[in-house]
């Protein structure tokens, strides 16, 4: 089973509760950190790294002697990533999607594709538990295909947990795309709810199943609830807040090491995902 | 007119309460709320909307069932598993929008022609009254691209409306992570202030946004928020921040004002308290460095 | 020579547009006939990225010779110079006084971009 852990807004919990999530759950585990830009997963869960591999895109190289200049690369490249004038094509690989558009247009065969470094990906074991995260290069545009980088990664036979960017836009999305169950994060806060809200329209538009986890639950007031309740979107966990669990955070320890007694929290979490997932049939649609 | 920036490198770390709070002691001023994805400056400014526009970014690709012949080139030539079968019996193929990058590679190809390329409603955006000024907000839809131009446009508008409106400053809500639309909301900044929290993550992410800035020659300060959660952390983050080069602007205690002035829909500052008293300071040493 | 230049209005009197990439528009001026025609920059103003690239192409196909604006991204220079066409920025006031102020020798060559892009 496939299961993120993503939140409309930043900062509400979703490293917690995946990593949690995965030091609590029994059987074999992988945790694929798909927040490329900021990815903190590893700085809790501290893997003994096995391998690592840097990620690259095919961007454009013209040979000078086979371009006549054409333009026809320049005309439909979407991104400005390949420009022709009256000179040979000058390429902006930071604009480049790799979609291969001008290697198809050229008439004359002029153009072959290069790798342009976006990052890297690590791999590494903590006890069962696998770990893959990516680092994206400080300066690149587009998370996209590191996170698909992440994603191929997963195995076979066990529970893979995704730690999803923040957010709802296209960089979620490919972190999210495909698994059985989101788990959304959120803080019973105005801004808390506000993007949650966001973040259950991502998920219905990508017909996935989710779930909401409040994290901090004492600290604000009844609405996120009783949107849960209204949008019949499951309420999976509410965790109290702990000055404990958040002391532990800062020194970037994982709550269930410091206080075991969170374990049990987190599986029921996941007993009730498990339930709510089971419930619901698989809209027609899915990509 | 300069523009400052507030951003977090980590998501949650309480810049946009931050920002608000700026706002509101500014006297008046434009601001922009560059957080397009998750937008949340207005459910504490209140904003009356006076003009609202459609946002529109790059194209996506639409298969006509009844021209598509079920040739697959469309699959063959896609290299972002955006186009699979139908799987009615037609033979036929279909394109997921969400995964659709736009390049247009399908419809060129297709032997049928059966490929459409309209433009792409991404979203939409807005200038504002608020009781601290005009401001430029934005509203993307979930599941759309953030290619940093919805935060380049809504930058661009609240310069105009600066300039046109004889305002010396914009106040700029920048959005969390290091990519295009972090970029887009920074580059050009006269200043920008990192917020950050002493946390390993929050620390660790600190220094990545402080990168990205001196790749693009941004000027950049740091305040530690909620700081008395961890203080050994605290004066850990702010070395290695001015290390990079950042100057350290201040401390502001974890305070349960934060999450109670949200609830009222109103800033810290508005509510009083020693949050609002350290973001009172953080703002002046902000403020003033730019003079 | 054909000499361009970015402009927030329309005709010689116009300001000078101080940016590039995302224009309000140019002003194309002949210095031979002394005529000036006004160009729409609309198309670069919706490009998602890359519009300093876009604006830089269509000033390229009008036969510029020189570019006078304002301020001038990296990735609209390295197109412009591609293109071989000398970029001078630091331009301001109006559209004439820029293009005197040039066939004056008053304006200076710019050597590079003098300002980061924005997407």
Redesign the interface.
Known sequence: MTVAVAS?????GK?TVAVNLALSLEGPVELLDCDV??P?AH??LQPGWTSARTVSIPVPQVDERLCTACGAC?E?C????I?S???QP?V?PE?C?????CL??CPVGAIREVPQEVGVVECGLRGEIRFVHGR?K??????GPLIRAVRREAGQGQITLIDA???????V?AAV?GSDFVILVTEP???GL??LK??V??CR??SLPCGVVINRSD???DAVRRYCASEAVPLLAEIPEDRRV??A????QAAVTVLPEFRALFRELYDRLHAAAAQRPVPAGR? | MRELVVISGKGGTGKTSILASFAVLSGRTVLADCDVDAADLHLVLAPEVRRREVFRSGNEAVIRPELCDGCGKCAELCRFAAVSRTGDGGGRYRIDPTACEGCGVCVRHCPRGAIEFPERVCGEWFVSDTRCGPMVHARLHPAAENSGKLVATVRQEARRLAESEGFDQVLVDGPPGIGCPVISSVTGAAAVLAVSEPTVSGGHDLLRVLELCRHFGIPAAVCMNKWDLNPQMTERIEGQAASGGARVLGRIPYDRAVTAAQLEARTVVELGGPAAGAIRRIWKRFNHNEE | MKIIVSADGQGLEAQVDPRFGRAAGFVLFDTQTREARNIDNRQSLNAAQGAGIQAAEAVSRLGAECLITGHCGPKAYRTLRAAGIKVYTGAAGTVGEAIAALEQGRLALAEAADVEGHW
Do not use: Q, W
């Open positions: 409309g807004k930043g900062g509400t490293t830009e900021e903190n700085l809790f320049g439909v979407r991104f400005h990533a420009v004038l009256r000179t000058l902006f604009l999607h790799g979609c291969g558009a198809l247009a994206l400080v300066g690149t545009a587009m998370s960017p923040p957010g709802t836009s296209c960089p999305v795309r806060t105005p801004f506000n993007d966001l973040a329209e991502m538009i990508l600290i604000g007031d958040a002391e955070y800062s020194r970037g990509s």
